[in-house]
């Protein structure tokens, strides 16, 4: 039996998450693994707290864009970080129903099927952007590819981390288990 309700635990475990990710983008660059975040998220916390989390991860991700990476303070440069919080959310809204559909079957295999959705739902909120952005869409596989297998390498990397939480006596919220 725990003595601690769910909501600070929950906190608790989004703020490392965010803490997690940030930290490693700092570490290999600051290329933001929103989808990765997106999928987690999604199987792990409720609709509302899977949205914050996600958002936190993307503001986090601005600041240390902005702050200490100085990206330009143009309005083109404002407008593509606030496309990819707008992708991050597609991303979500992407997996989430993947997730719904698949219960019950295998991790990898939801995790697997919500990672294309979402990182499908990602990139067309890109292109978007970048034709509202700069009046052309340019489909960029190399670009492409490189996003995916970040953000495809991140997945295995924060399941795996789950996993293994999974195996502690501690009662936090992860993939396949809600908050």
Same mark, same amino acid.
């Given at each position: 039996?725990?003595?601690?309700?769910?909501?600070?635990?929950?906190?608790?475990?989004?703020?490392?998450?965010?803490?997690?990710?940030?930290?490693?983008?700092?570490?290999?660059?600051?290329?933001?693994?929103?989808?990765?975040?997106?999928?987690?998220?999604?199987?792990?916390?409720?609709?509302?707290?899977?949205?914050?989390?996600?958002?936190?991860?993307?503001?986090?991700?601005?600041?240390?864009?902005?702050?200490?990476?100085?990206?330009?303070?143009?309005?083109?440069?404002?407008?593509?970080?606030?496309?990819?919080?707008?992708?991050?959310?597609?991303?979500?809204?992407?997996?989430?129903?993947?997730?719904?559909?698949?219960?019950?079957?295998?991790?990898?295999?939801?995790?697997? @099927?919500?990672?294309?959705?979402?990182?499908?739902?990602?990139?067309?909120?890109?292109?978007?952007?970048?034709?509202?952005?700069?009046?052309?869409?340019?489909?960029?596989?190399?670009?492409?590819?490189?996003?995916?297998?970040?953000?495809?390498?991140?997945?295995?990397?924060?399941?795996?981390?789950?996993?293994? @939480?999974?195996?502690?006596?501690?009662?936090?919220?992860?993939?396949?288990?809600?908050?």
């Amino acid at each position: 039996m725990s003595f601690v309700s769910s909501a600070p635990r929950t906190a608790l475990w989004s703020a490392g998450l965010v803490a997690l990710v940030m930290g490693g983008c700092l570490l290999v660059g600051c290329l933001e693994p929103l989808v990765a975040v997106a999928v987690v998220a999604a199987g792990a916390l409720p609709m509302g707290r899977a949205i914050l989390l996600t958002l936190a991860v993307w503001v986090a991700g601005q600041a240390i864009g902005f702050g200490l990476h100085d990206y330009p303070r143009d309005p083109r440069t404002i407008a593509w970080g606030v496309g990819l919080g707008v992708a991050a959310l597609a991303a979500l809204a992407g997996a989430a129903p993947v997730l719904a559909a698949t219960a019950g079957k295998p991790t990898w295999l939801r995790a697997g @099927l919500a990672f294309v959705a979402a990182f499908v739902a990602n990139q067309l909120v890109i292109l978007g952007v970048e034709q509202a952005i700069t009046g052309a869409c340019e489909i960029r596989p190399g670009v492409i590819s490189l996003v995916g297998g970040v953000n495809a390498a991140w997945l295995a990397g924060l399941l795996a981390l789950d996993a293994g @939480l999974r195996r502690l006596p501690l009662a936090l919220p992860g993939f396949g288990r809600p908050a």
